[in-house]
């Protein structure tokens, strides 16, 4: 693939386009990484600053959850992690997910026409495509029972369009024009924003607005088991509410899928 050259990644780029109060954030820009979180994580570990940014132009060993890889190819996509650094129980932790939903959401939506809507826990859709990833991953103290360094990866499918068969079905992409560096810069900011001093029944009433399952049948698999039922409610921890006909199931962590995709 030809490299892009009009839209190349760049600190001062990014720089510019965050708000003053998050000017001087530490940010590092590669061309290729083995994945963003795996480094961002070493620097947390390693007593890096709050706000602390990474991201690169391509990954050879990017990271989604539950041990699957991210398709990174060069030029067309955004490959970030931010690390936060709020002392919070480790309890709340699942609410920095939903921020970094809501976060992503509000970014695509002030810099591109693209309509957005987030599946339960924190991907990203277009239509009925997957193009956003997130995976945060935590450093905690469990003597003291908080989370001392959160590890924020963010994976946007930009201008991606040729996906590897196995995703062709499932991948989407934003295909807009947008700046990577004006988009890694207003994502930034609003995550950042998000989680200073969350007002989480305000987060989950915004993320609850961007859902696209409330209402919908989803199948999900408990201890090998696969269940069915209608979505109910969004809890204020976040949890999915699911009625199924076994009664209420309350999920906390796991994947669901839409039944009628």
């Not at 931010?82 to 309890?91: A, S």
């Not at 560096?181 to 207003?186: C, D, P, Q, S, T």
């Not at 696209?212 to 921890?237: D, K």
Request: hydrophobic residues 40%.
């Amino acid at each position: 693939m030809e490299k892009n050259t009009h839209d190349p990644l760049s600190v001062s780029a990014i720089r510019q386009n965050l708000p003053d109060k998050y000017r001087d954030i530490p940010i590092e820009v590669f061309d290729t990484i083995d994945s963003t979180n795996t480094y961002a994580k070493t620097l947390a570990m390693n007593g890096c600053a709050h706000g602390q940014l990474v991201t690169a132009d391509t990954q050879t060993a990017g990271r989604g959850r539950r041990g699957r890889s991210f398709y990174s190819p060069s030029d067309t996509g955004i490959y970030m992690t931010v690390v936060l650094r709020h002392q919070r129980p480790i309890q709340e932790s699942l609410m920095t997910t939903v921020a970094a939903a809501v976060a992503v959401c509000r970014a695509i939506e002030n810099l591109t026409e693209t309509d957005v809507r987030i599946k339960w826990v924190n991907d990203v859709f277009v239509g009925r495509r997957k193009a956003v990833g997130i995976l945060a991953e935590a450093i905690s103290d469990f003597e003291k029972g908080v989370t001392e360094a959160l590890i924020v990866g963010i994976g946007v499918n930009l201008r991606t369009t040729d996906f590897p068969p196995e995703l062709q079905s499932i991948a989407g992409s934003l295909n807009s024009p947008c700046s990577r560096n004006a988009l890694i810069a207003r994502i930034t900011s609003e995550l950042i924003d998000l989680t200073e001093k969350p007002d989480y029944a305000y987060l989950m009433d915004e993320y609850r607005r961007r859902s696209m399952v409330l209402g919908r049948e989803v199948a999900f698999e408990q201890n090998g088991v696969t269940y069915r039922g209608i979505v109910s409610a969004i809890n204020e921890a976040g949890n999915l509410e699911v009625q199924t006909k076994d009664g209420l199931m309350v999920l906390s962590a796991g994947e669901i899928s839409l039944t009628e995709y």
